[in-house]
């Protein structure tokens, strides 16, 4: 990046607080990840749902905790993908009380292209060492500021 190029950002990058730089860069990749499947009507929380949506029907409270977010806020996206058609709410067979969601097919599909646009970040997993190192840094944030929901999901 030329130094015009970045003047918008302010003093240098190498200024900014850790903090600083790992929000700017996640705001980043969230925004070039959702115009990569805005075709799809979902955002990249929609994809986190459906991800972890992959090994079958769970709970929305389970999805909160494996999303890391609070059951209202699944609540709101797993509505936004009925909307869709990528994901369904259906009472658990072996507990009338209990309310499962799953993916569709076309949630399937949603997930497919998905992989397709995470491909285009393959320089966030390049297999390098410094890639190594961040991630490892990035996992012990997670680890340490996640509170009880360290249940994440996996990658697309």
Known sequence: MSDRESSHLGPGLETWHTGRLLTAAARMVEHAFDAGVAELGVTHAG???????????????ELAVRCQVQDQTVSRVIDG??????????????????????????????????????????????GSAENAACRDLLIKIITRLGGGRKDCPGSF
């Open 81 to 126: 993908l009925e909307r869709s058609g990528y994901a369904v709410r259906r009472r658990d067979p072996g507990d009338r009380r209990r309310v499962l969601v799953e993916r569709t097919p076309t949630g399937e599909g949603a997930m497919k292209r998905a992989s397709e646009v995470a491909a285009r970040f393959g320089f966030l997993d390049d």
């Open 47 to 61: 994809i986190n749902v459906l991800s972890a949506l992959a090994d079958g029907p769970i709970t929305q409270h």
